[in-house]
């Protein structure tokens, strides 16, 4: 809908019949910035990135509109756009390919069906001026309804190989029409020859006038994008302190507006930056020239050549900008994250899903319905959890103006603000005139044990994860939270942490200091590796939870946080922000509101430490003393990364009362253990069952991003990083290859992007000599496309690392495994990754030479096996140098 803002209203429709990768939507950008229309609808383009058509490639430019038509008799969807002075509201309608035949009826119907779209827009009684049409894309204004598109557009893929653009499908083909009230004049109507769109329809333009003449408006200027100037902010609050009531509630809505009002005065426009040089410009307006003069077969020829040639230079300015972006940001040491957005064209929208009983929703109200019923279902209370809170029984002490001061600078930049649009970077600029203030309102929030209005709110964006994109399950809802509401909850986790890491096991490693996720990579290593040694019979069941974050019960969490020691009024506070918050789930620019009763909000500081504690008191109902692998006289049943749950038994029966232990303590507190991804890992045969259903028996399972297999032998996974690093160098290889960028940005870059990708978890590697060279061969390779150096140029090894200098992978992955061993061998605290190297099964070794041990390079190299009283009595450097001295 939209209202129209002068007599005078240029429309167009286009099919685009593909519109699959960056370039072809900049160009198509640049074309119609030439043909003078304020909204434009376009059917058929192709989603650039799933295949399945869940997404639709929204435009960031608001001079364009653009709309997928969706699969399906019901398939429809309608997405809102500011297309300069209009708000445009359109409604794509679609239908299957099957349903497109030459029966007359079939058209008839569809003709009903716009029709009741017409009529629902408000004006009944002008639908009788539509004729015969097929489907299309509904701009609806906000007073006069128009129908735009190519109202016979054939979506998906080719039915048939002699399919063509007049396609088997009847007589009406090719059908482009604006319709319109008869009430509404038309100045003119024309096809638009001369702009090339890379498709073999053209845009159909109209020039529309509404029956009235529209009265002007003012109105603001276009919207450009705006950077903060750090000076201008940092004065403004400096010069003009806020004026603040502390002790009202109203306080924190009065420092956002005091913060919003500064950043309004520092705001500038942001350099303008164009992705295509004007030499590219150029070439395609001479294309148009050309385009006119396509008389002759000679001039179409070389029209068709030309054309060839702007889009290469379209793809070459392309590259070029991302190269010049991502050598900016190397060179001031800026992270790439942030190049995401710079270099984004536009945003993905749902566009359909399946609800929970298999039916493809389609339309906005059904996507909205779909989504609320599994959220409001997710997060309805399943499991009543007796929880009385307990009386306080002295006071908390304030918070103080350091322990603020202190979460702001641990607060990271960069990341996205909450619905009040206050940043970090924010806060930190004006750090002295806020930190008063801030302090002040979250006192309050302690002693009367209320929150703010909205600084709890949150809007929560879905992440797809991997899997099929057409299910709800398969998208992260993560919640984008005020930033002055995480400091809050930063201050609070900075005081109760020390208490809450005390009382966790070394069992559990996530998110806590001094523990990492090689901790347990290497504890479940050694297990494999002495039991295959030593022939010792291990079961070890890798459990995942179905959303387990979303799904732990609330009361289960505050009756685990409060025998933890935190103090009562902090755990009343939590309780009350977790009563009072608002959560809306954001489609596009939609909000579906959620009721919430259970869960942890992901993207909450504080979310990771009060699950890991409501876990903890699941595992300590349970008696488990004479379960798992005796490792000098203790018990290891349990390896813990936050949700992520190694359990370790010695026979099947052992493992099979573990899991149904756990499976019966985790209902209780909401959380259920998926069957489908849990997986079980055993040197002999084992049948092992979750609620009667067999769990998946497997030879190699991907744990903490590494594939742990019986056998020890990484050959395998350093083929998994291999690729990994080839992902990441392909992700920049326009810069590292490039001839015009110094080595020395090259060199940065692979080592801080690449080598980290083939090196994750090299710590716990048995590195072979066939593993080695591997590794050496494609770091060889990936050096000799740096300098564009062929083999053909018969350049040596060393001459190659003389001109690169990066650094060496395996003289990399030795230094770092050589430097985690120091570590294994001065530790204190009793980790099980020391415990396991300490420890030999009491059963004796079969004959023959064992397979390579992760120890037996310091053994080898240090002429004793006695490498751990080596190591403590040495330095690190001097340690590390005594690995990897002669490479």
Not at 319 to 325: I, V
Not at 877 to 886: A, E, L, P
Request: net charge positive.
């Amino acid at each position: 809908m939209f209202h129209p803002q002068k007599p005078r209203i240029v429309l167009g429709t286009l099919n685009v019949r593909r519109l699959a990768s960056v370039a072809r939507l900049i160009e198509l950008q640049e074309e119609l910035a030439t043909t003078n229309i304020d909204a434009i609808a376009l059917t058929e383009p192709t989603s650039t990135t799933r295949s399945s058509g869940s997404t639709t490639l929204v435009p960031k430019k608001a001079s364009t509109l653009c709309t997928r038509l969706q699969l399906g008799p019901e398939a429809a969807t309608t997405t809102t756009y500011q297309a300069k002075k209009m708000i445009v509201v359109t409604h794509a309608k679609g239908q299957d390919r099957s349903a497109l035949n030459n029966d007359d009826d079939d058209y008839e119907a569809l003709l009903d069906d716009l029709r009741a779209e017409l009529r629902s827009a408000g004006m009944p009684g002008w639908e009788r001026g539509v004729s015969s049409s097929g489907s299309g894309a509904i701009a609806r204004m906000r007073v006069f309804p128009v129908l735009l598109g190519d109202l016979n557009a054939k979506m998906g893929r080719k039915q048939e190989e002699d399919e063509e653009a007049l396609g088997n499908h009847g007589t009406r083909n090719c059908i482009d029409y604006v319709l319109a009230p008869r009430s509404i004049n038309f100045r003119s109507s024309t096809v638009l020859g001369s702009a090339n769109a890379g498709s073999d329809h053209r845009i159909l333009r109209a020039i529309i006038q509404p029956p009235t003449p529209a009265t002007r408006r003012s109105q603001p200027p276009p919207k450009e994008r705006k950077r903060l100037n750090r000076n201008l902010f940092r004065m403004a609050t400096v010069l003009q302190p806020p004026v603040i009531d502390r002790n009202s509630r109203s306080a924190y809505a009065q420092l956002v507006d005091y913060i919003q009002d500064a950043a309004q005065f520092a705001e500038e426009p942001a350099e303008k930056t164009r992705r295509l040089k004007p030499s590219t410009i150029a070439l395609l307006r001479q294309r148009h020239e050309l385009r006119q003069r396509q008389t002759t077969a000679s001039t179409r020829l070389e029209f068709t050549e030309f054309n060839k040639m702007v889009r290469r230079e379209i793809r070459k300015d392309i590259n070029d900008h991302h190269r010049l972006l991502v050598e900016e940001a190397v060179k001031n040491a800026r992270g790439l994250r942030a190049l995401q957005k710079e270099t984004a064209i536009g945003r993905r929208h749902i566009v359909q899903l399946r609800n929970q009983e298999g039916t493809l929703c389609t339309t906005k109200t059904m996507i909205h319905d779909a989504v609320r019923e599994f959220y409001n279902e997710l997060y309805a209370s399943t499991v009543h959890v007796d929880y009385e809170a307990s009386e306080a029984t002295e006071d908390c002490p304030e918070f103080l103006e350091t322990e603020v001061r202190e979460a702001l600078k641990k607060m990271k930049t960069g990341r996205s603000p909450g619905q009040d649009k206050v940043t970090v970077e924010m806060l930190k600029l004006g750090e002295n005139t806020f930190i008063r203030p801030l302090t002040d309102i979250f006192n309050r929030c302690l002693r009367r044990c209320e929150v703010p209005e909205k600084m709890t709110d949150a809007s929560t964006v879905l992440l797809y994860k991997k899997g099929d994109p057409l299910l709800i399950k398969n998208y992260r809802p993560i919640s984008l939270l005020s930033v002055i509401y995480k400091l809050l909850t930063k201050t609070i986790v900075q005081r109760i942490e020390q208490s809450l890491d005390a009382a966790q096991p070394v069992e559990q490693a996530g998110f806590r200091r001094n523990f990492s996720t090689i901790d347990h990579l290497h504890a479940v290593n050694e297990l494999l590796e002495n039991t295959r040694e030593y022939r010792v019979p291990i079961y070890i069941a890798f459990i995942d939870f179905e959303k387990a974050f979303d799904t732990v019960e609330a009361n289960a969490i505050w009756k685990a946080i409060e025998r933890q020691g935190v103090p009562c009024q902090i755990v009343a506070l939590l309780r009350k922000i977790q009563d009072e918050a608002a959560c809306h789930i954001q489609l596009g620019e939609d909000r579906v509101p959620i009721n919430i009763q259970r869960g942890v909000r992901q993207g909450d500081v504080i979310s990771p430490k009060l699950f890991t504690e409501t876990l903890e008191q699941i595992f300590r109902e349970l008696d488990w003393s004479d379960y798992g692998l005796n490792i000098n006289g203790e018990r290891l049943s349990n390896l813990r990364f936050a949700d992520d749950i190694a359990l370790v038994a010695t026979s099947e029966e052992e493992l099979q009362k573990m899991v149904d232990e756990l499976n019966e303590a985790s209902l209780r507190r909401g959380l259920k253990i998926n069957a489908e991804k849990t997986k079980v890992l055993a040197n002999e045969e084992a049948t092992i069952l979750l609620n009667g259903q067999a769990l998946e028996q497997v030879e190699a399972f991907v744990y903490l991003g590494q594939e742990v297999r019986l056998a020890r032998n990484h050959l395998k996974e350093v083929g998994r990083r291999i690729r990994s690093g080839w992902n990441v160098f392909r992700k920049y290889q326009e810069f590292l290859t490039s001839p015009s960028v110094l080595i020395r940005w090259k060199r940065r870059l692979f080592n801080q992007c690449v080598l980290p990708a083939m090196l994750y978890d090299c710590e716990t590697w048995t590195l072979t000599k066939a593993a080695q060279r591997k590794l050496e061969t494609s770091q060889r390779r990936m050096e000799r496309r740096m300098p564009r150096v062929r083999l053909l140029d018969r350049r040596t090894n060393e001459w190659l690392r003389g001109v690169t200098k990066l650094k060496d992978a395996h003289v990399s992955a030795t230094r770092r495994k050589w430097n985690y061993a120091w570590k294994i061998a001065r530790e204190t605290s009793e980790k099980w990754p020391t415990k396991l190297e300490e420890c030999r099964p009491p059963t004796a070794r079969p004959i023959g030479r064992p397979r390579t041990r992760w120890r037996d390079e310091f053994a080898k190299k240090l002429g004793t096996q006695r490498w751990r009283q080596r190591a403590r009595e040495e330095e690190r450097q001097r340690w590390i140098h005594m690995g990897c001295g002669s490479m």
